[in-house]
């Protein structure tokens, strides 16, 4: 499956964004999906994830109450829309999807495609 994220930019403190991913290639609901992000010189880390239909939903600590992922199958897309945007949210976010369905994978070893990444950059 190919992966197209999009919807980075730059936003203050305080602000919103809404990070979409679309997919193509093979059949998408078929797919766990994950959101990752990669801050300058740090390792890619877990941010959300998504079951197959949407019914299950997985955030790191520091994204729950703040992020939301989303998907909507017939547009083959997954979103995540990010509030309360802190300085220390600024990375490279990307979307990648797995095989994986009957746990939440939170590890980047779990999923097989990757998008090209998304810039994020919260200003203080």
């Known amino acids: 499956v190919q992966l197209q994220a999009s919807g980075g930019g730059l936003v203050q403190a305080g602000g919103s964004l809404r990070l979409s991913c679309a997919a193509s290639g093979r059949t998408f609901s078929n797919y766990t999906m994950g959101w990752f992000r990669q801050a300058p010189g740090k390792a890619r880390e877990f941010v959300a994830t998504?079951?197959?239909?949407?019914?299950?939903?997985y955030y790191t600590d520091s994204g729950k109450g703040r992020f939301t992922i989303s998907r909507d199958n017939a547009k083959n897309t997954v979103y995540l829309q990010m509030n309360s945007l802190k300085p220390e949210d600024t990375a490279v976010y990307y979307c990648?999807?797995?095989?994986?369905?009957?746990?939440?994978?939170?590890?980047?070893?779990?999923?097989?495609?990757w998008g090209q990444g998304t810039l994020v950059t919260v200003s203080s």
């Open positions: 990648a999807a797995s095989g994986i369905w009957s746990v939440a994978p939170t590890g980047p070893e779990s999923y097989s495609y």
């Open positions: 998504i079951s197959f239909n949407g019914g299950r939903t």
